[in-house]
């Protein structure tokens, strides 16, 4: 997965990147920076201790601290610099300012509406896109191409309407093919949002935020609360003292493990595991993912020569600490081709080769 952080300047874009990173040098002006991370997890924590093997594989997600966006940057060209940047991106994170009084201009905080700014650059940017391209359809003149010219301008004109309105497309209720289609321009508005709120250390619940919350509500945009600064410091501290000075601001999990959760769940992403004597390992697949794309994950040929799958459910196997006792238990499911994997599984692939 491949997550770009996205904000004004100011915002702590950058504090949090270091912040879910633990990054420290990183690129300056209107550079991007990527680091990739391992995704925290007590269930392959527990996995390692039962199986004890010289090798561990986390679940990994990148994250991208992208250009800074200013008003105005979608009319002077600048934002579809991003959008060269963050093609690939799966999702995208809002950092939005929300501590303070007033920013470095002395301009008076409004985080509704710097979201709605940012929201706005970024509609205006896909709008760009899409009129550039129905600019060429209309010069084409290849009459072959003619049905599916049509087809194409069809959907990019309706793409055009909402855009104009400050819409985002992932909000036009677009058909599977309608979609493959659109994939191909990289369009930021497509890919799903989500906002963090970094607030201040006084303002942990994000009170002074409820502005913007409630345009998020409106947007359908899910968000986390977070002070970068504050994040930022516990994460260069020896994990072992990190939760307890969480726990000293009230703070029951790290906001590096909230925002990596809401991440998953915006993208509904699961993970799944596979264990023994020589490997503990963490699989990321979409929600819906059935056994033999599961296989195919770990490895083609399992997905080719897929019989079955042997699953066992993490909380078992965390009771019982054994394969064979969880198997002794009837705790251990044969399952074929249609089985839907589960979050946690942990699961035994049976091939042919």
């Given at each position: 997965?491949?997550?770009?952080?996205?904000?004004?300047p100011?915002?702590?874009?950058?504090?949090?990147?270091?912040m879910?990173?633990?990054?420290?040098e990183?690129?300056?002006?209107r550079v991007?920076?990527?680091?990739?991370?391992?995704?925290?997890?007590?269930?392959?924590?527990?996995?390692?201790?039962?199986?004890?093997?010289?090798?561990?594989?986390h679940?990994?997600?990148?994250?991208?601290?992208?250009?800074?966006?200013?008003?105005?940057?979608?009319?002077?060209?600048?934002?579809?610099?991003?959008v060269?940047?963050?093609?690939?991106?799966?999702?995208?994170?809002?950092v939005?300012?929300?501590?303070?009084?007033?920013?470095?201009?002395?301009?008076?905080?409004d985080?509704?509406?710097?979201?709605?700014?940012?929201?706005?650059?970024?509609?205006?940017?896909?709008?760009?896109?899409?009129?550039?391209?129905?600019?060429?359809?209309a010069?084409?003149?290849?009459?072959?191409?003619?049905?599916?010219?049509?087809?194409?301008?069809?959907?990019?004109?309706?793409?055009?309407?909402?855009?104009?309105?400050?819409?985002?497309?992932?909000?036009?209720?677009?058909?599977?093919?309608?979609?493959?289609?659109?994939?191909?321009?990289?369009?930021?508005?497509?890919?799903?949002?989500?906002?963090?709120?970094?607030?201040?250390?006084?303002?942990?619940?994000?009170?002074?935020?409820?502005?913007?919350?409630?345009?998020?509500?409106?947007?359908?945009?899910?968000?986390?609360?977070?002070?970068?600064p504050?994040?930022?410091?516990?994460?260069q501290?020896?994990?072992?003292?990190?939760?307890?000075?969480?726990?000293?601001?009230?703070?029951?999990?790290?906001?590096?493990?909230?925002?990596i959760r809401?991440?998953?769940?915006?993208l509904?992403?699961?993970?799944?595991?596979?264990?023994?004597?020589?490997?503990?390992h963490?699989?990321?697949?979409?929600?819906?993912?059935t056994?033999?794309?599961?296989?195919?994950?770990?490895?083609?040929?399992?997905?080719?020569g897929?019989i079955?799958?042997?699953?066992?459910?993490?909380?078992?196997?965390?009771e019982?600490?054994?394969?064979?006792?969880?198997r002794?238990?009837?705790?251990?499911?044969?399952?074929?081709?249609?089985?839907?994997?589960?979050?946690?599984?942990?699961?035994?692939?049976?091939?042919?080769?």
């Amino acid at each position: 997965m491949k997550i770009g952080l996205v904000g004004l300047p100011g915002s702590g874009k950058s504090s949090c990147f270091r912040m879910l990173t633990g990054k420290r040098e990183q690129a300056g002006g209107r550079v991007s920076d990527v680091a990739v991370v391992p995704v925290p997890d007590p269930r392959t924590a527990r996995l390692v201790e039962i199986f004890s093997p010289p090798k561990i594989v986390h679940a990994e997600i990148t994250f991208l601290d992208l250009l800074s966006v200013r008003q105005g940057d979608s009319c002077e060209g600048e934002a579809l610099e991003l959008v060269k940047i963050a093609g690939d991106a799966d999702a995208f994170v809002l950092v939005l300012q929300c501590f303070g009084v007033m920013d470095s201009c002395g301009n008076t905080l409004d985080p509704a509406a710097d979201l709605e700014t940012v929201l706005l650059e970024m509609a205006l940017t896909d709008l760009q896109t899409v009129e550039t391209r129905l600019g060429r359809l209309a010069k084409a003149t290849v009459q072959k191409k003619e049905v599916h010219q049509q087809w194409e301008m069809d959907i990019l004109q309706r793409c055009q309407e909402h855009l104009s309105q400050g819409g985002a497309i992932r909000d036009l209720g677009l058909a599977e093919d309608e979609l493959k289609y659109l994939r191909g321009f990289s369009l930021l508005t497509l890919k799903p949002w989500m906002v963090a709120l970094n607030v201040d250390e006084d303002d942990l619940e994000g009170e002074r935020a409820a502005g913007a919350r409630a345009i998020c509500a409106e947007r359908h945009l899910p968000w986390v609360v977070l002070c970068a600064p504050l994040e930022e410091e516990i994460a260069q501290l020896p994990p072992e003292e990190q939760a307890s000075f969480a726990a000293d601001y009230g703070l029951q999990d790290l906001g590096r493990d909230r925002l990596i959760r809401a991440a998953y769940s915006l993208l509904r992403v699961i993970t799944f595991f596979t264990a023994g004597e020589k490997e503990v390992h963490a699989w990321t697949v979409s929600e819906g993912a059935t056994a033999p794309d599961a296989a195919g994950r770990i490895h083609s040929d399992l997905e080719a020569g897929f019989i079955r799958a042997e699953i066992i459910p993490f909380a078992a196997m965390d009771e019982h600490c054994s394969e064979k006792l969880c198997r002794d238990h009837g705790l251990m499911r044969v399952e074929g081709r249609t089985y839907k994997m589960t979050d946690g599984d942990l699961v035994f692939i049976r091939f042919s080769r």
